[in-house]
Each structure stands twice: as structure tokens, then as C-alpha cells.
């Protein structure tokens, strides 16, 4: 069997998506800018090569939550349009995750067979939007908890004016009070992250909320024009967060590279959107696993080149900041 490595397999998986109905999801909203700025943020950074006295190999491994996985990389929020790429789509994502070590997230619409992908599959977190419809909030809850879903997301946008190109795709939301946030929080049994948080002023009311994590998100450029990337949010962020809750980040991570630089500003955990539906896409289940596999192990390189030997030991003084970015 002839193993994909990632650019072949992004390229081949984006080329399928773009031919089928489903292609304009991976596309970016209006002028396409957040999709240009995520690529341009992370390409501002190189590595500081530690060759002397470095280690032989490096540990990859992470606990976040109370949930150990072989690296610190998850899906990110996702349902459309996997059930429509493939036969039984989701369980060879949850499935392809599983066997790599890494971590499964749903968005809308919640997955019909949701309590048999946590049952069966990998560790599993669930989104929920900000409905303006709030008891419709506290139902999808509740399913989640009948589900066994063990991490909930609720999505603190509103995700107004949902474009992707021209296309409309926005539900009906309404911005949450942080007096609802408490509710949610009381509601939802086990973890709940707030998913695309932006600024200091959101993470500091996710923590008030008793948030038990930030998603710091762009939403794949599937909101408005002219929103940063994470990682330029991310040190005003973590000057509020303080370490007291852990920090996720996602949008335009490709390569075992950009996770490790996610890692080096202050991440805990990185999220990956169309790199799974591309894996998917190119090589079905197989793929999803070479998209985490590969990700993992290059990481693991870049590691040992930079010095580290463990996760924890990724700090900003492993990276250079280029000019003029
Ligand atoms: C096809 C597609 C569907 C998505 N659906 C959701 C969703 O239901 N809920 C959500 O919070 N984010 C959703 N997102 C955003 C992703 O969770 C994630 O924030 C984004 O895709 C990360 O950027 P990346 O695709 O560049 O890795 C979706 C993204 C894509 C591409």
C-alpha cells in the first residue's frame, strides 16, 4: 500500500472536495483574507535549531483534562460535510482518530449515532452553538450528557452573517450573557470549553463562566472578514488566563511544525479542520490516520532538532520571530 505524505494528501483530498457539492465548505468567507492571514502568522515564525548536548528522541505525549493523547493534536469541530464524503464517514474519522491517539469533535448537526461514536470511537467532545432558542441549547445539553459525551464545546459566537463566498449558511444565534454561561456550565456534566474566543474581554468572562478551557478560533474563516489568527490573540490571552485553565487554538495548522509553534506561544492543545475532511477525502479512513500520524511524528522531529524532549520543555524561546511580519 502506498502511504500519502501530508502535501500529497492535502492536495489530492482538496482537489476531490473542490470537484464535489460540498467543496465551497473549505473555502473562506468574503475576500478569503482569514484564510491569506492564517498562513502568513504562521509562516512569520522559523525554529531555533538546538543541535548540542540535544536529546535522542522526544515525547510527543500529552494529558489535557484528564484525557491522555500521543500528541497534543485534535479534530476540530466538524459534522458537515463528512457523512456526505464518505459511507459511514464518521465512524472512519472517529475510528482513523482513535488509532492515532487523538481526539474526535463533532459541530452541527450533532451526529444521529453520537452515543455510539463515544461509546465505540475516540474520546469525544460535542459542540453546541449559541442558539437564540436557549431551551434548544439546554436540550442539545442534555443529549450530550445521555450521550456520554465527556467534553462539551458551546460556541460563544454567534457566527452572524455565516458566509462562505456568497452562500448563507448562518444559524439563528444570539451572543450569550455570561449569566446563561453559568447556566450552561451548571447544566453540562463533565468539561466545557468555549469555543472561538478572541480577545482578553472573552477569556476573561470564560473564566468567570468556569469555562474549563478557551478554544481560541477564527472558525476556519467561516464567520466574518478581518479576524486574527489565534496565535495573534493568543499572548493577551494567556496574560489572562494565567495557566489556570488550559488554552486550545486552531485554524490553518497543517504540519507537525505549526502545531509545535502553537505550542511555543502558549497552547495546550491544536485543532485541525479540513486537514482530517482532506485526509478523508484522498484516503478515506487511512488517510485521517496519516493526516494525525504524520503530524505526530514530525513533531516529534522538529522536537529533537529544537532540543526538547518533552512537551512541556516548548517554550517561545524555541522559536524566531522574522521581520517585518
Ligand atoms: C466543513 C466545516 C464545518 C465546520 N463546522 C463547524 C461546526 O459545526 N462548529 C464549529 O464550532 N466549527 C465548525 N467549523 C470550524 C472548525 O471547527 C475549525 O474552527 C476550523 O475549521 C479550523 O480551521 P482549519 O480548517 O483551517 O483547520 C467547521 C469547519 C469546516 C471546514
Given at each position: 500500500?502506498?502511504?500519502?505524505?501530508?502535501?500529497?494528501?492535502?492536495?489530492?483530498?482538496?482537489?476531490?472536495?473542490?470537484?464535489?457539492?460540498?467543496?465551497?465548505?473549505?473555502?473562506?468567507?468574503?475576500?478569503?483574507?482569514?484564510?491569506?492571514?492564517n498562513r502568513?502568522v504562521m509562516d512569520s515564525y522559523a525554529l531555533r535549531?538546538?543541535?548540542?548536548?540535544?536529546?535522542?528522541?522526544?515525547?510527543?505525549?500529552?494529558?489535557?483534562?484528564?484525557?491522555?493523547?500521543?500528541?497534543p493534536?485534535?479534530?476540530?469541530?466538524?459534522?458537515?460535510?463528512?457523512?456526505?464524503?464518505?459511507?459511514?464517514?464518521?465512524?472512519?474519522?472517529?475510528?482513523?482518530?482513535?488509532?492515532?491517539?487523538?481526539?474526535?469533535?463533532?459541530?452541527?448537526?450533532?451526529?444521529?449515532?453520537?452515543?455510539?461514536?463515544?461509546?465505540?470511537?475516540?474520546?469525544?467532545?460535542?459542540?453546541?452553538?449559541?442558539?437564540?432558542?436557549?431551551?434548544?441549547?439546554?436540550?442539545?445539553?442534555?443529549?450530550?450528557?445521555?450521550?456520554?459525551?465527556?467534553?462539551?464545546?458551546?460556541?460563544?459566537?454567534?457566527?452572524?452573517?455565516?458566509?462562505?463566498?456568497?452562500?448563507?449558511?448562518?444559524?439563528?444565534?444570539?451572543?450569550?450573557?455570561?449569566?446563561?454561561?453559568?447556566?450552561?456550565?451548571?447544566?453540562?456534566?463533565?468539561?466545557?470549553?468555549?469555543?472561538?474566543?478572541?480577545?482578553?474581554?472573552?477569556?476573561?468572562?470564560?473564566?468567570?463562566?468556569?469555562?474549563?478551557?478557551?478554544?481560541?478560533?477564527?472558525?476556519?474563516?467561516?464567520?466574518?472578514?478581518?479576524?486574527?489568527h489565534p496565535l495573534q490573540?493568543l499572548?493577551?490571552?494567556?496574560?489572562?488566563?494565567?495557566?489556570?485553565?488550559?488554552?486550545?487554538v486552531?485554524?490553518g495548522f497543517r504540519r507537525g511544525t505549526d502545531v509545535f509553534k502553537a505550542l511555543a506561544l502558549g497552547a495546550?492543545?491544536v485543532?485541525?479542520?479540513?486537514?482530517?475532511?482532506?485526509?478523508?477525502?484522498?484516503?478515506?479512513?487511512?488517510?485521517?490516520?496519516?493526516?494525525?500520524?504524520?503530524?505526530?511524528?514530525e513533531l516529534?522531529?522538529v522536537?529533537?532538532?529544537t532540543?526538547?524532549?518533552?512537551?512541556?520543555?516548548i517554550t517561545p524561546?524555541c522559536l524566531l520571530k522574522l521581520?517585518?511580519?
Amino acid at each position: 500500500m502506498k502511504i500519502m505524505e501530508l502535501t500529497e494528501l492535502y492536495n489530492q483530498g482538496k482537489k476531490a472536495m473542490l470537484a464535489a457539492d460540498y467543496g465551497f465548505f473549505i473555502q473562506g468567507v468574503e475576500t478569503g483574507w482569514v484564510l491569506k492571514n492564517n498562513r502568513t502568522v504562521m509562516d512569520s515564525y522559523a525554529l531555533r535549531q538546538r543541535a548540542i548536548n540535544g536529546p535522542e528522541t522526544a515525547d510527543t505525549k500529552t494529558t489535557v483534562l484528564e484525557e491522555t493523547l500521543l500528541a497534543p493534536v485534535i479534530m476540530s469541530a466538524m459534522t458537515m460535510p463528512i457523512p456526505a464524503m464518505a459511507q459511514n464517514g464518521l465512524f472512519k474519522v472517529s475510528r482513523a482518530l482513535k488509532r492515532a491517539g487523538s481526539m474526535m469533535w463533532t459541530g452541527s448537526p450533532m451526529p444521529k449515532e453520537l452515543s455510539e461514536l463515544v461509546c465505540k470511537g475516540a474520546p469525544h467532545i460535542q459542540s453546541v452553538k449559541c442558539y437564540a432558542d436557549r431551551e434548544k441549547i439546554l436540550r442539545k445539553i442534555e443529549h450530550c450528557r445521555e450521550a456520554g459525551v465527556r467534553w462539551v464545546g458551546i460556541e460563544v459566537d454567534t457566527g452572524q452573517g455565516t458566509k462562505v463566498h456568497d452562500r448563507i449558511i448562518a444559524s439563528d444565534c444570539r451572543p450569550p450573557s455570561l449569566d446563561f454561561l453559568r447556566k450552561v456550565r451548571d447544566m453540562t456534566p463533565g468539561k466545557l470549553v468555549f469555543k472561538r474566543v478572541l480577545s482578553k474581554e472573552d477569556a476573561a468572562l470564560s473564566l468567570e463562566a468556569g469555562a474549563d478551557a478557551v478554544m481560541v478560533s477564527n472558525h476556519g474563516a467561516h464567520t466574518i472578514d478581518y479576524l486574527p489568527h489565534p496565535l495573534q490573540v493568543l499572548p493577551e490571552i494567556s496574560r489572562v488566563i494565567r495557566g489556570r485553565i488550559p488554552i486550545f487554538v486552531d485554524g490553518g495548522f497543517r504540519r507537525g511544525t505549526d502545531v509545535f509553534k502553537a505550542l511555543a506561544l502558549g497552547a495546550d492543545l491544536v485543532g485541525l479542520g479540513r486537514p482530517v475532511l482532506y485526509g478523508l477525502a484522498a484516503d478515506g479512513e487511512e488517510g485521517v490516520f496519516q493526516v494525525i500520524n504524520q503530524i505526530t511524528l514530525e513533531l516529534k522531529r522538529v522536537m529533537v532538532m529544537t532540543g526538547v524532549d518533552c512537551i512541556e520543555k516548548i517554550t517561545p524561546d524555541c522559536l524566531l520571530k522574522l521581520g517585518g511580519q
